[in-house]
């Protein structure tokens, strides 16, 4: 049985993961390169990319029995899609500098009346 990883991926996109050369999550996992201080890129990682995605955008994915598999090309439309999206970085302050930085806001708002 085959089946894919998102009820709204196209019959299109389906069509050409079923035309390239199918990788297992693992064997996918080995393509990538290391991440921090020389780890790999856990195969978990890749299972989490074509059930919710990363930022919005699901690896492409098929599940072959008991095994899911993706492709290079789905690796590569994958990144191509995320480097399109916009990333939005957090905040660097603490809990404890947003609290000070709230205080004072405060204040001059106390100061103004308002």
Sequence with gaps: MVQTN???ASPNLTGELMQEEL???????????????G??????????????GLR????????VGGTRCTSREALQRFF??????PTFHRSPTTRSEQTRQSRI????LD???V
Excluded: C, F, M
């Design 111 to 113: 100061d103004l009346g």
């Design 80 to 85: 191509e899609r995320l480097n399109r999206v």
């Design 56 to 63: 919005g955008i699901v690896l492409e994915s098929l599940q």
């Design 39 to 52: 780890k790999k890129v856990h195969t978990g990682t890749l299972y989490r990319w074509t059930v919710t």
């Design 6 to 8: 998102s009820d709204s």
């Design 23 to 37: 990788l297992s999550l693992p064997a996918a996992a080995k393509l990538l390169p290391r991440r921090r201080e």
């Design 105 to 108: 806001v405060e204040k001059q």
